[in-house]
């Protein structure tokens, strides 16, 4: 089976921002629009991305859905499983004990806010990019990027594609 991963291109992401608004609307259930409105309102928008910048190169930073991911391994309950090619995060039933973003060689774990009433350790609860189900063609990341510079690639092509750049 395929696994794959969110691949942002630096040398073509303009660094707008888009990605991150897609991303909490499509998880909020939202239009992109309404996403935008509650943002400039001031209402905290919960995004799984987020765009870096170093030096003149801006890319979102995200979840690489790791082929040997720590998260898995770190998650004291077992909530964290390798499903359908991608990693996927059982977040109702986390319980906020931050093993797995402890341990994210990336920073992608982001700790929100726990909704449940009945949280069982912590107030909060992990996310990441679910790579929006992992189905081709869902990711709202990739299908708003005016640039083009997000995708979602395979392992095996990504590692062909730094072969002809010239790295191992």
């Known amino acids: 089976m395929s696994h794959k991963f969110i691949y942002a291109d630096a040398q073509k992401c303009i660094g707008c921002l888009?990605?991150?608004l897609a991303c909490a609307a499509s998880h909020m259930g939202i239009t992109i629009e309404k996403a935008y409105e509650l943002?400039?309102?001031g209402e905290k928008l919960i995004s799984r991305n987020k765009v870096i910048?170093?030096?003149d190169l801006t890319a979102p930073m995200q979840c690489m859905q790791c082929l040997d991911a720590p998260c898995v391994?770190?998650?004291p309950i077992d909530i964290i499983k390798y499903e359908?090619?991608?990693v996927k995060y059982y977040e109702d039933d986390c319980i906020g004990c931050r093993s797995c973003e402890?341990?994210?060689p990336y920073g992608a774990v982001v700790m929100v806010p726990n909704k449940k009433d009945d949280?069982?350790?912590s107030k909060m609860v992990a996310i990441t990019c679910d790579l929006?189900?992992?189905e081709d063609g869902k990711q709202a990341c990739v299908n708003v990027c005016p640039a083009d510079a997000i995708s979602l690639i395979d392992y095996d092509i990504y590692k062909e594609m730094e072969k002809g750049k010239g790295n191992n």
């Open 18 to 20: 888009n990605c991150e």
């Open 39 to 41: 943002g400039q309102s």
């Open 53 to 55: 910048k170093s030096g």
């Open 73 to 75: 391994n770190a998650c």
């Open 84 to 86: 359908n090619g991608y």
């Open 102 to 104: 402890m341990v994210c």
């Open 119 to 121: 949280a069982p350790v």
């Open 132 to 134: 929006c189900g992992g």
